[in-house]
């Protein structure tokens, strides 16, 4: 299945587009329509990409390249709109395609197909690689361990501090950790880098230069206009730590997995 989104601001175009992609392409579904720049920046900030998009050019908020600019988009479009002046910079982005308005079902099913071939055409792992990613996926802790607890000195004496105790770990000239009782000790590492290496990724997140967060940590998540977040911590103090926009998918598909 071709999982698509259309972007398009008038909304009776959009459910005919939609009702023609229906017709010509059974194995595409829509998975959003969005209606302006707006919603398709907020959509693409909290979502992974698509495999294909159905883009108008002219939005009632501004122009659709702009998307380009905001996001590292790698995903075929295929652009609908009124306009021929923009051909030629469709085609400098990710177009695969430029239909005019009204849209043709018969240059709609070509678009469709030409997708297809560009898909098919791309290179496909092994199936011997495809079962070792499975079996891997089913058995994460194959062939890497992390670190169960970490020894802290507390008044010269040593003291274990459990891996799932650990709220997040901050960079402050030194790296000192937080455990979710209110505890901060200093680590005895160089970089945050090293400490980084040593924590179950599908626990700990290396949210910015100076922090990792447990996912236990995280109260909740705040998206900006400017394609940021926020991350509200329960601990220390109900803290904050951003995110940037470059890393926000990234953190968005390990936060929702």
């Known amino acids: 299945m071709i999982k698509a989104v259309i972007i398009e601001d008038e909304a009776l175009i959009a459910r005919e587009l939609q009702a023609k992609i229906a017709a010509v392409a059974d194995d595409v579904k829509i998975v959003e ?11 693409l900030l909290q979502n992974a990409e698509p495999d294909l998009l159905f883009m108008d050019i002219q939005l009632s908020d501004g122009v659709s390249f702009e998307l380009f600019e905001d996001f590292d988009l790698h995903c075929p479009v295929i652009f609908t709109t009124a306009y021929d002046e923009y051909a030629l910079r469709a085609f400098k982005v990710n177009g695969i395609d430029y239909l005019l308005k009204p849209i043709d079902s018969e240059a709609l099913a070509a678009a469709i197909q030409k997708y297809r071939r560009q898909a098919e055409s791309q290179p496909k792992p092994p199936t011997n690689w495809q079962e070792l990613l499975k079996t891997l996926q089913q058995a994460p802790d194959a ?7 970490f020894v802290v000195s507390v008044r010269n004496t040593w003291v274990p501090v ?4 650990i709220a997040c770990i901050l960079r402050d000239n030194l790296n000192y950790l937080h455990t979710f009782d209110g ?25 910015n230069r100076q922090s990792i967060v447990n996912i236990e940590n995280i109260q909740s998540v705040k998206p900006h ?28 598909r390990w936060f929702d997995r």
């Not at 329509?33 to 959509?43: E, M, Q, V, Y």
């Open 33 to 43: 329509t969005l209606p302006s720049l707006k919603t398709a920046r907020k959509w």
């Open 143 to 149: 062939g890497q361990t992390y670190k169960e607890k």
């Open 162 to 165: 459990n891996t799932s105790d």
């Open 183 to 207: 505890g901060k000790y200093m680590l005895d590492y160089n970089t945050l880098e090293e400490v980084e290496e040593l924590l179950d990724p599908k626990q700990f997140y290396r949210a």
């Open 225 to 252: 206009e400017n394609q940021k977040l926020t991350l509200h911590l329960k601990a220390p103090a109900k803290m904050s730590v951003d995110i940037s926009r470059d890393k926000a998918p990234a953190f968005k």
